[in-house]
């Protein structure tokens, strides 16, 4: 379990009314959502990704969430990221959620993003200002 020290990316995100499920916590859909929230934001914000008329779209490939605690309706969440592998068209994230203000993660997942042509959806390399917000991301294998 890694703490928030070991991302290099933070982004805190409001929960809203409607993640809480009837068991009055937050879905465990809303997590994934959170996931897609802090990585495309990153991207976007970064101007390493123009999601209307880039020439590269990221597909999701794989994902996966460990869940460890619950998270609820109204705390805010800090979403921790940082990349774990960097390839010619494909990425994988490695995500924390953490309780505003906690060291300790509610959940912990990854996310693979393949880069394709946003025409063809053929695999496409990265283009240089995406893999330079990618590797600014980047750290050593994880324990």
Not at 6 to 32: C, F, P, Q, S
Not at 33 to 48: E, G, K, R
Request: proline fraction near 4%.
């Amino acid at each position: 379990m890694s703490s928030r020290a070991a991302y290099k990316h933070l982004m805190r995100i409001n929960t809203r009314w409607k993640d809480n499920d009837i068991y009055g916590h937050v879905n465990n859909v809303e997590y994934y959502s959170y996931f897609d929230t802090v990585i495309n934001a990153y991207l976007i914000d970064c101007d390493a990704l123009d999601i209307h008329t880039g020439t590269v779209i990221g597909l999701c490939a794989e994902s996966h969430c460990k869940f460890l605690d619950s998270l609820a309706f109204p705390m805010a969440v800090d979403a921790a990221l940082r990349v774990v592998h960097l390839g010619r068209s494909s990425v994988r994230y490695e995500i924390g959620l953490f309780a505003e203000d906690e060291d300790t993660p509610a959940a912990q997942g990854w996310f693979v993003h393949v880069f394709v042509d946003r025409v063809t959806r053929k695999s496409a390399p990265l283009p240089d200002a995406l893999r330079a917000a990618l590797a600014a991301l980047q750290v050593g294998p994880t324990p």
